[in-house]
Structures are given as C-alpha cells and as structure tokens.
C-alpha cells in the first residue's frame, strides 16, 4: 500500500533520526575508547570519523553538539515544528509504536 506523507511528517522523522543518529555518535565518541573489540565496523567508522581517534576530540563534539542544537531549534514548520511533533510522539510512544501509527493513520501523528 503506498502513501503519500505530509511534508512537515517525513521531514521530521528524517530530522529525528539525524538527532538519534548524533546523539549515538556523541556517546560513541565521548566513551573515551572503551568500546570493546567486539563492536561492529559501521558503529567504530562512526565514530572515528567524527573524532578521529578513539575518545573523538573537542572540536567533533562540540560540531555535533551544533549539528543537534540546529535541528532543536530549527524555525521552520516544515523541518523543526515536524521534528519536534515527531519527538514528542516516539518519546511518548517509542519510534516502533510512532511508525506503525503513522503507517495506519498517514495523514496525521498520533494523538499523545
């Protein structure tokens, strides 16, 4: 079944996945290299390329940190009122129940 989404909901699933997505790579890159040897080869490439060692740097986080405030505070009705609608939903609901919702229902988030 396929179905057209409201501009303002795909972009702010889009913009809270990149927000989920930087705060993973924050907390990968701030562990200060104690990940172990079993980690995955896209989880350690992530964070080396923000930080280049393990640990990251201060610049990369402080980039990040930026990445994530532009998304928070973003004014736009698209992009910052859709990610901050679609936040509200996953931390009320998680982002499996959010999606499902959204899959029954396109035309609209669920109610919380």
């Known amino acids: 079944m396929a179905f057209i989404l409201p501009t303002y909901i ?17 907390a990968r890159s701030t562990a200060g290299g104690s990940s172990s040897s079993s ?7 992530s964070s080396s390329a923000v ?5 990251g740097s201060e610049w990369a986080v402080k980039l990040l940190d930026y990445y994530k405030y532009q998304i ?21 609901l998680g ?5 499902e919702e ?7 988030l669920p109610a919380v």
């Open 10 to 26: 795909e972009e702010g699933l889009c913009q809270y996945v990149s927000y989920e997505y930087l705060e993973h790579v924050k």
């Open 39 to 45: 980690s995955s080869s896209s989880s350690s490439s």
């Open 51 to 55: 930080g280049g060692a393990a640990g």
């Open 72 to 92: 928070e505070s973003d004014p736009s009705d698209i992009y910052g009122r859709g990610y901050r609608e679609v936040r509200s939903c996953c931390s009320q």
């Open 95 to 99: 982002l499996q129940i959010t999606l």
């Open 102 to 108: 959204i899959k029954m229902e396109p035309t609209r």
